[in-house]
């Protein structure tokens, strides 16, 4: 590394990125409702994320921070990641069978495609990549890691009630640490954050084609959901304690 991992380091790279995407949002006059239109996409997501994510592949080049950011250690707990793949993998599937398709264009869908890719990529590479890198080269407890890096990464989701979502953003910043925790353990669990940011993006791209598509919420997406914050909160806490054991 040439540059040492500290703490500072990775809130200053988070707080770049969190006012980087608010101050575009705020030029293009972003409503957060809308923000699964393809023009919304193309100039609130595509656009901005897109040189965010040349920006922190340039800060780990030059930081000498790329290996770490991107694998560690596998914790080999083949059952807690079959749990949690089946309740993420769930939610997605049934999302994805329940959407309308007939209603998106096929550019429609190729857009958000590629945005939600971008999202997957940036959000994780900034809180489960360089923020966690420098929040360990800072914390001796690898549970005060988890919990830093994911309540920044809630906290990411509380900038939504500048555009639209009101006081629903703190409701989303809670499910947004839960959902984080599941991510968090996928990288642990798996030894890579590339299947991390997969799943971000499914989760991104099944969502907001389910709403494009028009398509009502079924129990069994819902019961899918509570189950991946449920799960990931008692896998965090047992994989934490095998961990420090």
Not at 20 to 40: M, P
Not at 80 to 91: H, T
Not at 175 to 180: I, P, Y
Request: with cysteine.
């Amino acid at each position: 590394m040439r540059l040492q991992p500290r703490w500072w380091i990775g809130v200053a790279v988070f707080l770049a990125y969190a006012v980087w995407i608010v101050a575009v949002w705020k030029f293009f006059d972003v409503d957060y409702a809308s923000i699964g239109q393809e023009a919304s996409l193309l100039r609130a997501v595509v656009l901005p994320l897109g040189i965010a994510a040349i920006a922190l592949a340039l800060f780990n080049w030059r930081a000498g921070w790329w290996p770490q950011t991107i694998r560690e250690p596998r914790l080999h707990q083949p059952l807690y990641l079959a749990v949690l793949l089946f309740a993420m993998l769930g939610f997605i599937g049934i999302n994805l069978y329940a959407t309308g398709w007939a209603s998106i264009s096929p550019r429609h869908i190729l857009v958000l495609a590629g945005a939600m890719l971008l999202v997957g990529f940036c959000e994780e590479m900034v809180t489960r990549g360089v923020l966690l890198v420098a929040l360990r080269g800072s914390l001796r407890s690898e549970a005060w890691v988890w919990f830093a890096s994911t309540g920044l990464f809630g906290l990411l989701h509380a900038t939504n009630a500048f555009f639209g979502l009101g006081a629903f953003a703190l409701v989303q910043v809670l499910l947004a640490f839960c959902a984080g925790t599941g991510l968090y353990l996928v990288r642990r669990l798996t030894g890579s954050i590339w299947p991390a940011m997969l799943l971000h993006a499914l989760w991104d791209f099944s969502s907001i084609a389910h709403g494009l598509g028009q398509a009502p919420s079924s129990p069994s997406s819902w019961m899918f959901l509570v189950s991946i914050y449920g799960v990931s909160l008692v896998l965090v806490f047992l994989v934490l304690r095998r961990a420090r054991a």
